[in-house]
Antibody, heavy 120, light 107 residues
């Protein structure tokens, strides 16, 4: 059973960089897409971006200038960095497996989520 | 961007009711539409992918339909554990977008 666990600081200061890591257990990080998705308190879901195990990435255009997703296959982890954060970046951040099979993509495994608050 | 809307935004229903939620895309997305269930304080859970394929382990009372721009999620007989918020998500475009959600609560 694949399990994902987000980790990182729960508080970030305005203008600083939010950094989170997702550790994957119960399966290899290779040969899959891995995404970050966020949810502001009381609001809906927003896809942030994905990485494929080869290192190829794609990001939500609304965040592209500030976001970097990277992968460390030796640790079965992938990470999110979001620069120059503001209060609008306060959200629960989820990592998820982004499976692409038979031509269909969907998020089939999710971490429990981590609340990151941007505040001075 | 492909916009995704849902209706209704909320509904009240009783155990045993048949419930249908609608999702509409701003352009044709073939069958590239997924449905998720989210309970308070929990991560979303995949229910349906490719518009009508039931994810492994999901009860058969959940079903999905539609193609092009109009899609439905139906719960044939609502159970107590089904009270939650439901989101649709398009995967036609690599800029994945979610609907705003439909909250199903107890009448």
């Amino acid at each position: 059973q694949v399990q994902l666990q987000e980790s990182g600081p729960g508080l970030a200061k305005p203008s600083e960089t939010l950094s989170l890591t997702c550790t994957v257990s119960g399966g290899s990080i290779s040969s899959y897409y891995w995404s970050w998705i966020r949810q502001p308190p009381g609001k809906g879901l927003e896809w942030v971006g994905y990485i494929y195990n080869s290192g190829s990435t794609d990001y939500n255009p609304s965040l592209r200038s500030r976001v970097t997703i990277s992968v460390d296959t030796s640790k079965n982890q992938f990470s999110l960095k979001l620069r120059s954060v503001t209060a609008a970046d306060t959200a629960v951040y989820y990592c998820a497996r982004d499976i692409y099979s038979s031509g269909w993509r969907r998020f089939d495994y999710w971490g429990q989520g981590i609340l990151v608050t941007v505040s001075s | 961007d492909i916009q995704v809307t849902q209706s209704p935004s909320s509904l009240s229903a009783s155990v045993g009711d048949r419930v249908t939620i609608t999702c509409r895309a701003s352009q044709s997305i073939s069958s590239y539409l997924n449905w998720y269930q989210q309970k308070p304080g929990k991560a979303p859970k995949l229910l349906i992918y490719a518009a009508s394929s039931l994810q492994s382990g999901v009860p058969s009372r959940f079903s999905g339909g539609g193609s092009g721009t109009d899609f439905t999620l139906t719960i044939s007989s609502l159970q107590p554990e089904d009270f939650a918020t439901y989101y649709c998500q398009q995967s036609y475009s690599s800029l994945f977008t979610f609907g705003p959600g439909t909250k199903v609560d107890i009448k």
